[in-house]
Each structure stands twice: as C-alpha cells, then as structure tokens.
C-alpha cells in the first residue's frame, strides 16, 4: 500500500520536453506572423512609390546597368588582378641581352642580342624624331589618361569605312603596356589587361618617362629594340643626329618594323616615311615647307653588306658575357680581348689556304685561335665563310687531333718518371685486336722520346699509354685545358678522342706560359648602360693555376721546340723566332692540324671538311703549318719577342742532341756519335736528315730478310728502364 511507483521519473522528462516543443512552435507561428504582416505593410507603402511610363523605363535601365556594372566590375576585377601581378615582378629588366662589343684597343666591333640602347635621354632626341613618333602613332598622348577613347572610335570608324585595318586605336601608352607585360595574341582578355595596364602606367609614370620608356622598348626591325638602336643600325649614327627624313623613316618602322624595314623593302620604307611626314603636318607639328626637303630627299640606309665584324668571335663572346654577368642589366658593354688586326690575318691567311689548294687537296674548311700565353683569345676563326655558315668549328666542333694530342701523352711521361732522353723501343706492338704503325710503315727501334715525338712516332705513346695508364693521360689533358670527352680507348695516345680547337690552343698555351692553366677568354670587361663596371677579369677570373711542374715544361719545351726545326712542321718555322708545337693528322687524312706557339702567342689550326670526308692526303705539316706560320709571321712583325719558358736561344734549340742517327739505330748500324755539336743551324740539321734518310734507306733494306722486332703489349717499357737505356738528363 506504501510502494511508489517506479515509473514517476520517466513521466516527468516527458512532460519537461513537451514543454520545450510547445514553446518552440508557439514561437514561430508569431514570428512568421510578424514578418508576414510586416511585410504586407511594406508592400502597402512601396505602391505608393510604383511608376509608369518613361519614369518606371528609366528606373529599370538604371538598375539593369547597376546590376551588370557590378557583374562587369567584378568581372574586370577578374582580369586586372592577373594584369596587375606582372607589374610586381622586375618588369625593366628584358630576357634578353643587348651587347655592344668592344675590342682590346676599346673601339666598336660589333653587337649581339637584340640591339637595344637606353642611353639617350629624351631630352637629347631631336623634336621632329619625337614629333614624327607622336603625329603617327597617337596624336593626343598628352591629353588621355592612357586610353584614348576618341582615337578609338575614330579608329573604328576609318577602319569600318575602309572595310579593312587601316588605322590602330592603340594609345602609345597602350602599346608601351603590351610590349612589357603582354603577347601579341589578339584575344579580348589581353585587351582589358592591356587597358589597366595601362592605366597603372599612367597613375606610376609621367608622360615623359612614358615615352621615352616606349621609344627604347619598341621593336624596329633587324633585331633592333629603341629609336637608338635602329637609327645606329640603319644610318650608322646616333638618334641624336638623324636628319628629318630619317627621323620620319624611323617613326614609320612602329607600325610594321618587318614591312617597312629600308633593308627589307627601302621603296616600301620611303613611302611609309612620306606618309609619316603627312601625318606631322595634318597633326599640326610642322608645316608642308618644313618637310619638303625630306620628301624631296628621302633616307638612304647604310650598306651593312660589307660588315668584317669578327662574327664568330662575337657569337663566342655573347655567350660569355651572359654567362658572366646574368641578371640585373640586360644591356651592356663589353670589353674584349680581340684584335682587329690579327683577325683580319688569320681570316685572309685560311681563306689563302682554301682558295690556293682547296679543290686539289679536297679540304672545304678550316678553323684558327689564336691565343696570348695567359688564354686571352685575340683571333677566332670558325669557318672559311660566315656569311655562308655560322656554325663556328672553333668552339663547338670536335674533331680527331691525330698526333697533335701526343704531346699531353708525353707530359704525362715526364710527370712519372721519363725524360727528353728516355729509350723506347720504336717495335710492332699490338693491344686485343689493334697494331698501331708508323706514318712510314716502318720501325727504328729504341729510340729517345725526344727523337719519338719530334719524328711523330706512333707506337712510342701507345707504349707509354700502357705503362702509365690512361687514366694519367685523360687527367693531364684535363688539367691542361680539354673539355670533350676523352676515351679510354687503346687509341686515345694517337688522339682518337675529337677535341675543340679553342681547347688546343688553351692546352698548348700551358707551355708558352710555363706550366700555368690557360682558359681561353674573350671579355676583359663588362660595363651597364650607366657605366657601372659589374666584370673585370683582372678582379673577377680566377687567379692563374700551376697544372705542370717546371721540371716538365721544361723538359717538353725542349722536345717541342725542335719539331720546326727538323721534325715534322719545318713549314711552321719563322725566321728569327723561336717555334714550338706540333703536327696532328687523322686516319684517312680527314682532320689535319697545327698547334704551335712562341714566348708571345699559341695557335691552333685545323683543316678538314665538315662531311668528315678525307683530304686529299694532307698532313698537319703541310697546309696547317703553312697557313700557321702565315698568320704567326704577321703576329711576330714589330713586337718584343719573349723567350719561350726553359728553353735557351735559337743557337740551342738543339742542345744535347747528339748520335742523332745513333738514337735512332742504337744497335751500332750507324754510328754518328760525336759528329753533332751541341748546337746546330737549320741547314745543318737538314743535311744531316738527308744523311740520315740514306743510311735509312741502306739499312732497312739489309733488315729487310731479318725477322722484325716484336713486343709484347702485356710488357710496357718502365720509367727506370727507360732512364737505364737513354742518355743523362739534358742540361736545361
């Protein structure tokens, strides 16, 4: 009778939430009344305002044009911001480079890039060149804020009546704006950026800096960006001082720069000048009397047909420049290391070769560096014609050195333990399935490495190739200067790798200098358009590197000064100066070379035909040493000569080169061993070959029923055993 029921506490949660849910509809039935009945009130007030008629018409337009104003503002707000994002980025600098070059004596040789030059001030550009700009690509500049409405529609209007493109609605502003931020892609998106490009510039920039930025940036033909530009390309002078006929020629290049280029179409060019001159009078800046005389006396561009600018030196040049002065200024000066004078003789002294022995040689090319011992490049040939190729095969052709690269073979011997006067067997010697064979096809047994490379004995450096490694070569051929890729191949001793031509003339450099790394350069310089100087090559290159000891200059000048004299490039001797270098000719006679040097220059020249065919059996020693001496000759007249490193005067060049038929037959066949004095004249070292030469003959064909000499590859000649057989080192 006193229990409590055990469901009381359920009961109560209900009614708690029925509660809450009563209120909840209780309160939106009245707040949906409210509004309803708030809103009925409303519409009874705004019937009091409904028009009809032309004012409900006007209403309507005018919230019509509200509602698409602020759909096309946030539309065009759209498109600005992307427009707007280009001006934050370093807009004054181009992509691309504008170089004037200037040779080792500081006068003008040339240009590459686009040629472009800011340096005029507006100030100093003549009021009818700025004038005739103005009268013929927007009259009213001065007056818009950057888009010219009135032009456009009268554009609009000529160009509806003509039925074609006769006149554009773009201000200059507008045109400055497209050409440096947009394309010329013709899509309504780049014309709205175009538009509020040009509106920035015109809230950033006044008027002048406006159209002076525009008269530097437009693009006028022949690779030429500015009035500058084109008036020193076209009139060979500065803008400052074109006449009014030329001025009105120049302002005529903005519409159509390619159309109305004088060197494209000069009768298109001065018809468009005229209309230029038209255009200054109906604008009102000069009378009919002021432009007659131009009418009468239209421009005449200059002759660039006969332009002897050194091209390959400067397309090697431009490269060098942008690789030593990237970003910041686009358009700069500078300085290089050519001369004027010996790039006219190593140009006339290869096209002399070509033009003499050419066709009965059958060699259509050819390519010459010459360097000073530090690497300072003062000549460059890359081809018989530039005209006719640009392709420059002394910087980006590599080809087979032959027996030009035994000369980083025998550096490297001396670097291990070999000298002048080592003995080698000069034997058949045969590595897998190759046998390296003398240019004679024959033999002369042990022989000294001097009497080797002086004679270009082949069989010699593969000798040393085995004993030393070839990995020894590659990294003293690297050191020296070769930057192509070198093999590891058997036949890498007799230059099997291809090579640069500039590369040769740097490595052979190292010896002309005494043992220091001598990188080819071409830029002594580099100045901004402003004058600020941001490369010096006295302060910025790298300090010179000693890659050889003294010891093996030394001994290798003492080789390599001999093979003018009664080697294999007696061609290349100049008389009264002293010659060092050597000989280099490929597997079936497709490359021949010559790379040789004094106390004051080196130079590489190369001659072969760029199918890869083969010459008509020519040697290092004939053509490339001939057109060497040429050009060397000329470089020697009227200068101080220095010594070349470690070696003494012309009287010595043949010093401790005694037995010099005993050298080469040391087995007692010929015995010639005192008969050669410590010194010896040319002509006495020519006799004593032709003696040789004999005795050669004699002896070979009495060996001719004996058995040859052969010798193992797998048993290289050591260093020590070399020293055991040769003579004492040579005094030095």
Same mark, same amino acid.
Not at 47 to 70: C, M, N, Y
Not at 216 to 238: L, N, V
Not at 595 to 613: E, H, M, P, R, S
Not at 641 to 666: E, F
């Given at each position: 009778m006193?229990?409590?029921p055990?469901?009381?506490?359920?009961?109560?949660?209900?009614?708690?939430?029925?509660?809450?849910?009563?209120?909840?509809?209780?309160?939106?039935?009245?707040?949906?009344? %409210?509004?309803?009945?708030?809103?009925?009130?409303?519409?009874?007030?705004?019937?009091?305002?409904?028009?009809?008629?032309?004012s409900?018409?006007?209403?309507?337009?005018?919230?019509?044009?509200?509602?698409?104003?602020?759909?096309?503002?946030?539309?065009?707000l759209?498109?600005?911001?992307?427009?707007?994002?280009?001006?934050?980025?370093?807009?004054?600098?181009?992509?691309?480079?504008?170089? %004037?070059?200037?040779?080792?004596?500081?006068?003008?040789?040339?240009?590459?890039?686009?040629?472009?030059?800011?340096?005029?001030p507006?100030?100093?550009?003549?009021?009818?060149a700025?004038k005739a700009?103005?009268?013929?690509?927007?009259?009213?500049?001065?007056?818009?804020?950057?888009?010219?409405?009135?032009?456009?529609?009268?554009?609009?209007?000529?160009?509806?009546?003509?039925?074609?493109?006769?006149?554009?609605?773009?201000?200059?502003?507008?045109?400055?704006?497209?050409?440096?931020?947009?394309?010329?892609?013709?899509?309504?998106e780049?014309?709205?950026?175009?538009a509020?490009?040009?509106?920035?510039?015109?809230?950033?920039?006044?008027?002048?800096?406006?159209?002076?930025?525009?008269?530097?940036?437009?693009y006028?033909?022949?690779?030429?960006?500015?009035?500058?530009?084109?008036?020193?390309?076209?009139?060979?002078?500065?803008?400052?001082?074109?006449t009014?006929?030329?001025?009105?020629?120049?302002?005529?290049?903005?519409?159509?720069?390619?159309?109305?280029?004088?060197?494209?179409?000069?009768?298109?060019?001065?018809?468009?000048?005229?209309?230029?001159l038209?255009?200054?009078?109906?604008?009102?800046?000069?009378?009919?009397?002021?432009?007659?005389?131009? #009418?009468?006396?239209?421009?005449?561009p200059?002759?660039?047909?006969?332009?002897?600018?050194?091209?390959?030196?400067?397309?090697?040049?431009?490269?060098?420049?942008?690789r030593?002065?990237?970003?910041?200024?686009?358009?700069?000066?500078?300085?290089?290391?050519?001369?004027?004078?010996?790039?006219?003789?190593?140009?006339?002294?290869?096209?002399?070769?070509?033009?003499?022995?050419?066709?009965?040689?059958?060699?259509?090319?050819?390519?010459?560096?010459?360097?000073?011992?530090?690497? =300072?490049?003062?000549?460059?040939?890359?081809? #018989?014609?530039?005209?006719?190729?640009?392709?420059?095969?002394?910087?980006?052709?590599? #080809?087979?050195?032959?027996?030009?690269?035994?000369?980083?073979?025998? %550096? $490297?011997?001396?670097?291990?333990?070999?000298?002048?006067?080592?003995?080698?067997?000069? =034997?058949?010697?045969?590595?897998?399935?190759?046998?390296?064979?003398?240019?004679? #096809?024959?033999?002369?047994?042990r022989?000294t490495?001097?009497?080797?490379?002086?004679?270009?004995?082949?069989?010699? *450096?593969?000798?040393?190739?085995?004993?030393?490694?070839?990995?020894?070569?590659?990294? $003293?051929?690297r050191?020296?200067?070769?930057?192509s *890729?070198?093999?590891?191949?058997?036949t890498?001793?007799?230059?099997?790798?291809?090579?640069?031509?500039?590369?040769?003339?740097?490595?052979?450099?190292?010896?002309?200098?005494g043992?220091?790394?001598?990188?080819?350069?071409?830029i002594?310089?580099?100045?901004?358009?402003?004058?600020?100087?941001?490369?010096?090559?006295?302060?910025?290159?790298?300090?010179?590197?000693?890659?050889?000891?003294?010891?093996?200059?030394?001994?290798?000048?003492?080789i390599?000064?001999?093979?003018?004299?009664?080697?294999?490039?007696?061609?290349?001797?100049?008389?009264?100066?002293?010659?060092?270098?050597?000989?280099?000719t490929?597997?079936?006679?497709?490359?021949?070379?010559?790379?040789g040097?004094?106390?004051?220059?080196?130079?590489?020249?190369?001659?072969?035909?760029?199918?890869?065919?083969?010459?008509?059996?020519?040697?290092?020693?004939?053509?490339?040493?001939?057109?060497?001496?040429?050009?060397?000759?000329? =470089?020697?007249?009227?200068?101080?000569?220095?010594?070349? *490193?470690?070696?003494?005067?012309d009287?010595?060049?043949?010093?401790?080169?005694?037995?010099?038929?005993?050298?080469?037959?040391?087995?007692?066949?010929? $015995?010639?061993?005192?008969?050669?004095?410590?010194?010896?004249?040319?002509?006495?070292?020519?006799?004593?070959?032709?003696?040789?030469?004999?005795?050669?003959?004699?002896?070979?064909?009495?060996?001719?029923?004996?058995?040859?000499?052969?010798?193992?590859?797998?048993?290289?000649?050591?260093?020590?055993?070399? =020293?055991?057989?040769?003579?004492?080192?040579?005094?030095?």
């Amino acid at each position: 009778m006193n229990e409590q029921p055990k469901n009381r506490k359920p009961h109560r949660l209900r009614y708690f939430f029925l509660g809450i849910d009563a209120w909840l509809d209780t309160t939106l039935y009245r707040t949906g009344e %409210t509004l309803r009945t708030r809103w009925d009130a409303f519409n009874v007030w705004m019937r009091r305002w409904q028009l009809s008629g032309v004012s409900r018409l006007f209403i309507e337009l005018v919230s019509d044009a509200a509602t698409f104003g602020t759909l096309g503002s946030v539309l065009a707000l759209a498109l600005a911001l992307p427009a707007f994002e280009s001006t934050e980025t370093d807009w004054r600098t181009r992509t691309d480079y504008s170089i %004037t070059f200037l040779d080792r004596f500081g006068n003008e040789v040339g240009k590459r890039g686009i040629l472009q030059n800011d340096t005029v001030p507006l100030e100093e550009i003549p009021d009818y060149a700025i004038k005739a700009a103005l009268a013929t690509e927007d009259r009213r500049f001065y007056d818009h804020f950057g888009i010219d409405i009135l032009g456009t529609i009268r554009a609009i209007v000529e160009n509806a009546r003509a039925n074609t493109v006769v006149q554009g609605g773009s201000s200059i502003t507008q045109q400055l704006a497209k050409n440096l931020f947009l394309s010329n892609e013709r899509t309504l998106e780049r014309k709205i950026r175009e538009a509020f490009l040009s509106i920035w510039l015109e809230v950033n920039f006044s008027k002048n800096e406006i159209l002076k930025l525009y008269l530097d940036r437009a693009y006028m033909g022949g690779g030429t960006f500015g009035i500058e530009a084109a008036a020193q390309y076209y009139f060979g002078k500065s803008v400052r001082d074109v006449t009014l006929a030329e001025a009105a020629m120049l302002a005529g290049l903005f519409k159509a720069p390619t159309k109305y280029a004088p060197h494209n179409d000069l009768a298109a060019a001065r018809a468009r000048a005229n209309e230029v001159l038209t255009n200054m009078v109906e604008a009102g800046f000069m009378t009919e009397g002021q432009v007659v005389a131009a #009418r009468r006396n239209p421009a005449s561009p200059i002759d660039r047909l006969d332009d002897d600018a050194p091209n390959y030196f400067l397309d090697w040049a431009f490269e060098e420049a942008k690789r030593l002065a990237p970003g910041g200024d686009r358009i700069l000066f500078a300085r290089t290391t050519a001369d004027r004078n010996l790039q006219k003789e190593a140009e006339n002294a290869l096209e002399s070769t070509l033009r003499q022995f050419g066709r009965a040689s059958h060699v259509g090319q050819g390519a010459i560096v010459l360097v000073e011992p530090d690497g =300072a490049v003062r000549a460059m040939v890359g081809g #018989r014609d530039y005209g006719e190729s640009v392709f420059n095969r002394a910087t980006a052709s590599e #080809r087979q050195p032959g027996s030009s690269f035994k000369p980083f073979v025998y %550096t $490297t011997a001396m670097m291990n333990g070999y000298n002048p006067n080592s003995v080698v067997p000069d =034997a058949p010697i045969t590595i897998g399935n190759w046998s390296p064979k003398n240019y004679g #096809r024959s033999y002369a047994g042990r022989v000294t490495l001097t009497t080797a490379l002086v004679k270009s004995i082949n069989t010699v *450096p593969v000798r040393l190739g085995v004993a030393m490694g070839r990995d020894k070569i590659i990294e $003293t051929a690297r050191k020296m200067g070769l930057t192509s *890729p070198l093999t590891r191949d058997p036949t890498l001793a007799l230059g099997s790798s291809g090579v640069k031509v500039i590369d040769m003339a740097g490595a052979y450099a190292t010896f002309a200098n005494g043992g220091f790394k001598a990188t080819p350069y071409g830029i002594t310089e580099i100045r901004t358009s402003k004058g600020d100087v941001i490369y010096d090559h006295a302060r910025d290159a790298p300090k010179p590197e000693r890659v050889l000891p003294e010891e093996t200059v030394a001994a290798m000048n003492s080789i390599l000064v001999q093979i003018p004299v009664w080697g294999t490039a007696r061609r290349a001797a100049i008389d009264g100066v002293q010659v060092g270098g050597k000989t280099g000719t490929t597997q079936a006679y497709r490359d021949a070379w010559f790379i040789g040097f004094t106390g004051n220059y080196c130079a590489a020249v190369w001659l072969g035909n760029d199918d890869y065919t083969s010459t008509n059996r020519i040697t290092g020693g004939s053509l490339p040493a001939q057109t060497w001496q040429q050009v060397m000759k000329f =470089a020697h007249a009227n200068v101080d000569l220095k010594p070349i *490193p470690y070696v003494g005067s012309d009287g010595q060049i043949l010093r401790k080169k005694k037995q010099v038929v005993a050298t080469l037959y040391p087995d007692g066949q010929a $015995t010639i061993s005192s008969a050669v004095p410590l010194s010896l004249s040319s002509e006495s070292v020519a006799v004593i070959e032709h003696i040789e030469t004999l005795m050669r003959g004699a002896i070979e064909s009495a060996a001719n029923d004996a058995a040859p000499i052969r010798q193992s590859a797998a048993a290289p000649i050591s260093p020590a055993e070399a =020293a055991k057989a040769g003579e004492p080192n040579p005094v030095r």
